[in-house]
Antibody
């Protein structure tokens, strides 16, 4: 079964960038379509983007276009999400969540989450 | 962007009672809808996919129904571990989530 393990909590200053990692086990990253979802404190879930296997491209939510980059290192089966120009509103728990390409179409499982705090 | 509106925001019920949660889409999503459960400090867990199919390991007391724009998640008899926040999600056009329904103990 797929397991996702994310990197640890981060504290960043406004204007900085953060890069969160998501290590896959149980499957190879090439068998998965990885997505990223965030959750501000006390708020709901917000999809940021992910890999679309039908187009073979990574798609981003309009809100984050130009500020987020999602990449993969297939040699280590690790996915990355980098968010730049951080502001206080970006303080949130960031989750990776995966789809098993060609087998499922829903986010299952999820990583444990990475808290990113943006504060001066 | 497809907007998903969940109601009610909070549902106060006792163990053993039936819970009925609603999710309405701003345009048709066919059956491309899922439900997730989230407990405090935990990642969301997939409960229902394709509107009405239970995910692996999900108890039979959870059921989903609907298509098009109106969807329902029903918990037939609440167990203590079911008190949590529930989110709907569509994948018909990109991905969006509803704002969540909290099921709390009355």
């Amino acid at each position: 079964q797929v397991q996702l393990v994310q990197s640890g909590a981060e504290v960043k200053k406004p204007g900085a960038s953060v890069k969160v990692s998501c290590k896959v086990s149980g499957y190879t990253l090439t068998e998965l379509s990885m997505h990223w979802v965030r959750q501000a404190p006390g708020k709901g879930l917000e999809w940021m983007g992910g890999f679309d296997p039908e187009d073979g491209e990574t798609i981003y939510a309009q809100k984050f276009q130009g500020r987020v980059t999602m990449t993969e290192d297939t040699s280590t089966d690790t996915a990355y999400m980098e968010l730049s120009s951080l502001r206080s509103e970006d303080t949130a728990v960031y989750y990776c969540a995966t789809i098993i390409t060609g087998m499922t179409y829903w986010f299952d499982p999820w990583g444990q989450g990475t808290l990113v705090t943006v504060s001066s | 962007e497809i907007v998903l509106t969940q109601s009610p925001a909070t549902l106060s019920l006792s163990p053993g009672e039936r819970a009925t949660l609603s999710c309405r889409a701003s345009q048709s999503v066919s059956s491309y809808l899922a439900w997730y459960q989230q407990k405090p400090g935990q990642a969301p867990r997939l409960l229902i996919y394709d509107a009405s199919n239970r995910a692996t390991g999900i108890p039979a007391r959870f059921s989903g129904s609907g298509s098009g724009t109106d969807f329902t998640l029903t918990i037939s008899s609440l167990e203590p571990e079911d008190f949590a926040v529930y989110y709907c999600q569509q994948r018909s056009n990109y991905v969006t989530f509803g704002q969540g329904t909290k099921v709390e103990i009355k």
